[in-house]
């Protein structure tokens, strides 16, 4: 991991970070990397120990991340809006120690927790005395799993130095994708713009003011972007590329956003927590069909279902079975359609409705919807049937007033003969709230 602060070295004026305003150069990062280094020896902080580090993107928590992976600490992100309850997280991967940044504090606040694991892989992998990271994601039961990642081997992917970038973390800090994200941006020398809040506007507005080229987000959140006014308020022209992932894209949204940015690269990325993220190719700007692998990935689909083999793979759950095979391919669970070397990608197994034993896929009723007048975001999911198992609901956000009857109605129209009856919802709702996560993912209940 030495080679990555070797390269911070040789850019000591360009700017890392852009955070409150305040300009952080590369000779700032490895400076606050040195500083805290010696302050977690200070502290008592060893190699092999768990280390829980509160807080969102700022340059000081990348730096104490590398301070703690440089002497082969094991590090948990936690945010405030982590995807699961501190006290769950720690009890499952232990905590011997607690950082936490204030945000009107340069200076963390480090005391010790005592809290140990007896996980049996966690102990094998601290005998090797190598840098971890464990992140946490929602299982498919609602139990969160705990992924135990050496860090040496996701860091590995950016050993080659690209083509620097200005870009927005938008992803969460404890989320895989986050990781990601900073690590592809400053291991090629270029700027992370950081922002706490993550609404339209003031997305729009770091756009405007910072240059920023490379925006990486969610299909969610573009599609309540373009049905906001912020695209006419504010100049995106620095835009070069936006990158969108973590949850299917509706095709009606791409269509929209495709000629909103005639000159913008639209990016589909692929990747999971437990294998780390692909190099993907689409098909065309307009498409949601793409090429997935890479080097240090291979791809195959057996029954509609993706699987990959990853170089890059997690060390293990610490709270689950494995779900590699013993072959070391990796089943998705996400349900595919291939056409030659492309595939598109249908949904989760988990978000699949099943309708009388008929699959119904939410991004297709979606893209569907969005389509109608008036429309400006809807989510689909599934609600118990006594007779056919499970039902189709959508929950609508409008932009002008409704009765629900009149919606039901319509949409019952407009969808007859478009897709199959079964496919059509029977359950309407109508909200003024959002449908989307913190993390910018459907939120597909109620």
Known sequence: MEWLI?????APERIAFIHDDRNVSYKDIVSIIESYSNLIKKEGIRS??????????????FCMFLALFRQASIVIPLTNSSVVEESLAL?????EWYIQFDKYSLTPTIFRMGLKSNNSLLGEFCQLFEPGLILFSSGSSGLPKAILHNFNKVAEKFLKCREPIVAIPFLMIDHFGGINTILAVTSSLGTLVTVVERSFTNICKTIEKYKIELLPTTPSFLTMLLASNCLEQYDLSSLKRITYGTEVMPQTTLDRLHAKFTKIDLHQTYGLSEVGVLRTKS????SVWLKAGGDGFSTK?????????????????????SEFDEYGWFNTNDHVEVDGEYIKILGRRSDIINVGGEKVYPTEIESLLLKMDGVEDV????????????????KFV????????GLKKRTRIFCKGKITRFKIPVKFYISNETTISPRGKKIRHI
């Open 6 to 10: 070797d390269r911070f070295k040789i």
């Open 48 to 61: 092999s120990e768990t280390v829980a580090v509160l807080g969102d993107y700022s340059p000081e928590i």
């Open 91 to 95: 009890a499952i991967s232990g905590c």
């Open 283 to 286: 098909k065309n700007n307009g």
């Open 301 to 321: 689909v057996i029954n509609n279902v993706l699987w990959i083999k990853s170089e890059y793979s997690m060390v293990g759950y610490l709270n689950a079975p």
């Open 379 to 394: 989510v689909v999911f599934a609600e118990e049937n006594n007779m056919l198992g499970n039902i189709v609901a959508a």
């Open 398 to 405: 409008l932009n002008k007033p409704e009765t629900l009857s």
